[in-house]
Protein backbone atom coordinates (compact mmCIF):
# COMPACT_ATOMS: atom_id res chain seq x y z
CA UNK A 1 0.00 0.00 0.00
CA UNK A 2 0.93 3.12 -0.73
CA UNK A 3 3.30 4.76 2.40
CA UNK A 4 4.21 8.50 2.90
CA UNK A 5 5.77 9.80 5.78
CA UNK A 6 6.99 13.33 6.36
CA UNK A 7 10.31 14.54 8.11
CA UNK A 8 12.36 17.55 8.97
CA UNK A 9 9.64 19.80 10.47
CA UNK A 10 10.48 21.43 13.66
CA UNK A 11 11.04 25.41 15.49
CA UNK A 12 12.85 27.91 13.70
CA UNK A 13 13.63 31.93 14.15
CA UNK A 14 12.37 33.79 11.46
CA UNK A 15 15.00 34.01 8.84
CA UNK A 16 16.14 30.33 9.38
CA UNK A 17 15.60 27.46 6.76
CA UNK A 18 14.45 23.86 7.13
CA UNK A 19 14.37 20.65 4.97
CA UNK A 20 11.88 18.74 4.96
CA UNK A 21 11.46 14.84 3.74
CA UNK A 22 9.00 12.43 2.45
CA UNK A 23 9.95 8.67 2.17
CA UNK A 24 8.08 7.43 -0.39
CA UNK A 25 6.61 3.30 -0.87
CA UNK A 26 4.15 1.07 -2.09
CA UNK A 27 4.17 1.68 -5.40
CA UNK A 28 6.47 3.36 -8.66
CA UNK A 29 7.52 6.83 -7.18
CA UNK A 30 9.37 8.38 -10.31
CA UNK A 31 5.71 7.86 -11.79
CA UNK A 32 3.00 10.41 -10.22
CA UNK A 33 3.50 14.28 -9.51
CA UNK A 34 4.29 15.04 -5.86
CA UNK A 35 2.85 17.90 -3.30
CA UNK A 36 3.93 19.74 -0.41
CA UNK A 37 0.48 20.92 1.28
CA UNK A 38 0.39 23.28 4.71
CA UNK A 39 -2.32 23.52 7.09
CA UNK A 40 -2.26 26.36 9.81
CA UNK A 41 -4.44 26.71 12.80
CA UNK A 42 -8.02 27.60 11.83
CA UNK A 43 -7.05 27.88 7.94
CA UNK A 44 -7.90 25.42 5.19
CA UNK A 45 -5.58 23.21 3.75
CA UNK A 46 -3.56 24.80 0.84
CA UNK A 47 -1.03 23.94 -1.37
CA UNK A 48 2.91 25.45 -0.99
CA UNK A 49 4.50 23.35 -3.83
CA UNK A 50 4.57 20.37 -6.35
CA UNK A 51 7.07 18.51 -8.74
CA UNK A 52 6.62 16.15 -11.88
CA UNK A 53 7.48 13.12 -11.93
CA UNK A 54 10.66 13.33 -13.67
CA UNK A 55 11.39 16.67 -11.51
CA UNK A 56 11.39 18.84 -14.93
CA UNK A 57 8.26 21.20 -13.83
CA UNK A 58 7.97 22.48 -10.09
CA UNK A 59 4.89 24.91 -8.86
CA UNK A 60 5.00 26.92 -6.09
CA UNK A 61 2.21 28.91 -4.73
CA UNK A 62 2.80 32.69 -4.72
CA UNK A 63 3.53 33.04 -0.48
CA UNK A 64 6.37 30.65 -0.73
CA UNK A 65 8.23 31.36 -4.37
CA UNK A 66 11.62 32.20 -4.14
CA UNK A 67 12.19 31.25 -0.76
CA UNK A 68 10.98 27.40 -0.74
CA UNK A 69 12.79 24.70 -3.40
CA UNK A 70 10.90 21.29 -4.27
CA UNK A 71 12.67 18.79 -5.38
CA UNK A 72 13.48 14.60 -5.42
CA UNK A 73 14.91 11.55 -5.75
CA UNK A 74 13.04 9.23 -7.48
CA UNK A 75 16.34 6.84 -6.76
CA UNK A 76 15.53 7.27 -3.01
CA UNK A 77 12.11 7.68 -3.17
CA UNK A 78 12.30 10.82 -1.36
CA UNK A 79 10.55 14.15 -1.90
CA UNK A 80 11.94 17.02 -0.44
CA UNK A 81 11.20 20.84 0.72
CA UNK A 82 13.93 23.28 1.20
CA UNK A 83 12.57 25.86 3.29
CA UNK A 84 14.58 29.54 3.46
CA UNK A 85 13.99 32.62 4.93
CA UNK A 86 10.82 30.96 7.22
CA UNK A 87 8.20 33.59 7.96
CA UNK A 88 6.02 33.19 11.10
CA UNK A 89 3.16 32.70 8.79
CA UNK A 90 4.31 29.62 7.48
CA UNK A 91 3.66 27.64 10.85
CA UNK A 92 1.42 25.05 9.88
CA UNK A 93 1.55 21.27 9.73
CA UNK A 94 3.32 20.30 6.35
CA UNK A 95 2.22 17.39 4.66
CA UNK A 96 3.71 15.42 1.47
CA UNK A 97 1.02 13.67 -0.92
CA UNK A 98 1.09 11.78 -3.93
CA UNK A 99 -1.21 12.65 -7.02
CA UNK A 100 -3.67 10.91 -8.70
CA UNK A 101 -2.23 11.09 -11.93
CA UNK A 102 0.80 12.20 -13.72
CA UNK A 103 -0.27 15.71 -14.41
CA UNK A 104 -3.17 17.14 -12.41
CA UNK A 105 -3.83 20.18 -11.26
CA UNK A 106 -0.88 21.27 -8.97
CA UNK A 107 -2.98 22.89 -6.25
CA UNK A 108 -6.21 21.03 -6.19
CA UNK A 109 -6.60 19.11 -2.88
CA UNK A 110 -8.78 16.27 -4.48
CA UNK A 111 -6.45 15.50 -7.43
CA UNK A 112 -4.30 14.01 -3.99
CA UNK A 113 -5.47 10.77 -2.67
CA UNK A 114 -2.30 9.85 -1.00
CA UNK A 115 -1.10 11.97 1.89
CA UNK A 116 1.17 11.45 4.65
CA UNK A 117 0.37 12.19 8.74
CA UNK A 118 2.37 15.42 8.55
CA UNK A 119 5.11 17.32 10.11
CA UNK A 120 4.80 20.60 12.41
CA UNK A 121 6.86 23.76 11.20
CA UNK A 122 6.75 26.58 13.94
CA UNK A 123 8.67 29.68 12.88
CA UNK A 124 8.63 32.29 15.71
CA UNK A 125 9.50 36.28 15.20
Known amino acids: QVQLVESGGGSVQAGGSLRLSCAASGYIFGSYYMGWFRQAPGKEREGVAA????????NYADSVRGRFTISRDNAKNTLYLQMNGLKPEDTAIYYCARARTFSPVWSRIDEYPYWGQGTQVTVSS
Open 51 to 58: ISPGGGTT
